[in-house]
């Protein structure tokens, strides 16, 4: 189960997007985290979601695991489905939640209420590709399968 959890194609461009979306996903995740990049850090973002019955605890603590240390997994490439998968639930949820009143566009003008969906979009879109083909040619995933298959 676990092999084929970890399974990957030798492909490159499956690795280019996975890092991008790592290195575009974890510092959301450190904003949420540990406060960095302007972020309230932990225990605002948890007031946050869970306060006015948006998000139940657990959730709300696993959409912030899952933008840190997915954002981490997918930079490395380990467990690169688990990863895209809790992003792409993030990003789901962020959608229904949160963004899809506001529109498809991002509030590039600054006169909408919020932020549209394009973005959760092609994050979801990205996720969907990695849970298909793996963490790539240049992935933990992919080190760990080449060396189990040694033995």
Partial sequence: MLRKLLAT????????????????ILPHG???????FGGSGF?????SFTGRGHIPEVFAFLAIM???LG????????FTRVAAFGVACNMAVAIFKVHLGNGFFMNWSGKQRGEGIEF???????????????GGSISADRALTARGSSD
């Fill in 43 to 47: 225990s605002a973002t948890m007031a």
């Fill in 120 to 134: 959760h979009v092609i994050v979801i879109a990205i996720c969907i590709a990695l849970m298909i083909k793996g």
């Fill in 9 to 24: 194609t030798n492909e490159c461009h499956v690795t280019v997007l996975r890092i991008a979306l790592g290195i575009m």
């Fill in 66 to 68: 899952a933008e840190f």
């Fill in 30 to 36: 450190l904003q949420k985290t540990f406060g960095l």
């Fill in 71 to 78: 954002g981490i997994g997918l930079i490395l490439g380990l």
